[in-house]
């Protein structure tokens, strides 16, 4: 998506010599970080501000220290935290003993006018996968890993199949945990729910499969709580 846009896209070893002289060759007033602390420190030492951006309550890494500490480890060389909202500021300052006035909320915008329904898109999406206009579409969009949850979504939903036979589920979402994702598959086999439970990946139009459904589904464990 980035390239797309014409913002160049460098992929670096995971090591410190390589940051380092990039940044030095690219000379940036300033580093946008999510999740990502290795180079604090070499932007500290060479005078460019680092912040993070948190895009959560990392509740996470409470039960994986050896990723908290990796953040702890980070803060004395970061500028600011900006953070989606003042739930997730609260958590940063209290959880990680941020400092409170380096640390700022800046919500996430959206483009509300990309996201009206269009009659013209639900009746394409839904053409495009079969389905009639009195199905009752569900869509998940969440990418595929732990904190998502959907192996008990799809339960769920094949529950609900048995009392509402017209029900269909599209999952749209980038697969980063294959085991969990080899568990749906399996799920969906299993109950025999293959034209039910359409998982399509990726999609750079996201609003168009919203104007779609009938109903939006999400059983996120964190990271985004259910809807």
């Known amino acids: 998506v980035a390239e797309s846009r014409g913002l160049p896209v460098v992929v670096l070893p995971d090591v410190d010599q390589s940051y380092r002289a990039f940044m030095g060759k690219s000379s940036p007033n300033v580093v946008f970080a999510n999740c990502s602390y290795n180079g604090a420190g070499i932007c500290k030492s060479m005078g460019i501000p680092f912040v993070q951006v948190v895009h959560n309550t990392y509740i996470w890494t409470r039960t994986i220290p050896e990723s908290k500490r990796v953040i702890l480890d980070s803060l004395p060389f970061t500028t600011a935290c900006v953070c989606v909202s003042k739930q997730v500021a609260d958590f940063f300052i ?17 483009q509300l006018e990309k996201f009206k329904f269009s009659e013209a898109a639900r009746k394409e999406i839904r053409t495009r996968y079969g389905m009639k206009e009195d199905d009752t579409l569900f869509i998940a969009a969440a990418s595929i890993g732990d904190q998502k949850n959907y192996p008990a979504l799809l339960r769920a939903m094949v529950m609900a199949l048995k009392e509402c036979p017209t029900a269909k ?5 980038h697969v980063y945990h294959n085991g969990i994702f080899d568990l749906m598959k399996k799920i969906i086999t299993d109950a025999h ?14 609003e168009r499969y919203f104007s779609a459904a009938d109903m939006l589904v999400h059983c996120s464990f964190y990271e985004g709580g259910p809807l």
């Open 94 to 110: 209290s959880e990680y003993h941020a400092e409170r006035n380096s640390t700022f909320v800046i919500p996430n915008g959206i």
């Open 169 to 173: 589920l599209l999952i749209v979402g």
């Open 193 to 206: 729910a293959e034209e039910h439970i359409i998982y399509i990946g990726c999609v750079p139009d996201i």
